[in-house]
């Protein structure tokens, strides 16, 4: 499996972006597509994920309301739209795939290169 990520970038306070994750490889492997973000000298932390097949989603408390993630299964995409961005947003962001969904980051046995996003 092999995730690509894009749309990261930086944006004032109170912007938008939309991150893209593109999907390739064995997609039969894996039910969940989360997004984490990781900023130094922490833990990458889950922010959203979607369960396949299902409206099933989680979104952490820090995002709820603000984030939206989507799957676009004709393009085999995941996006997080991300609305009213926060200064503590600022993160890198990936997008990561496994069977069952997970608040460990270290359980996603998939994982994209990662998108910066800086809100100031």
């Known amino acids: 499996v092999q995730l690509v990520e894009s749309g990261g970038g930086s944006v004032q306070a109170g912007g938008s972006l939309r991150l893209s994750c593109e999907v390739s490889?064995?997609?039969?492997?894996?039910?969940?597509m989360g997004w984490l973000r990781q900023t130094p000298g922490k833990e990458r932390e889950r922010v959203a994920s979607?369960?396949?097949?299902?409206?099933?989603?989680y979104y952490a408390p820090a995002v709820q309301g603000r984030f939206t993630i989507s799957p676009d299964n004709a393009k085999n995409t995941v996006y997080l739209q991300m609305n009213s961005l926060k200064p503590e947003d600022t993160a890198m962001y990936y997008c990561?795939?496994?069977?069952?969904?997970?608040?460990?980051?270290?359980?996603?046995?998939?994982w994209g290169q990662g998108t910066q996003v800086t809100v100031s």
């Open positions: 979607i369960i396949f097949g299902t409206s099933a989603t």
């Open positions: 490889g064995d997609t039969y492997t894996y039910n969940c």
């Open positions: 990561a795939a496994r069977n069952i969904c997970s608040s460990t980051s270290r359980d996603y046995p998939y």
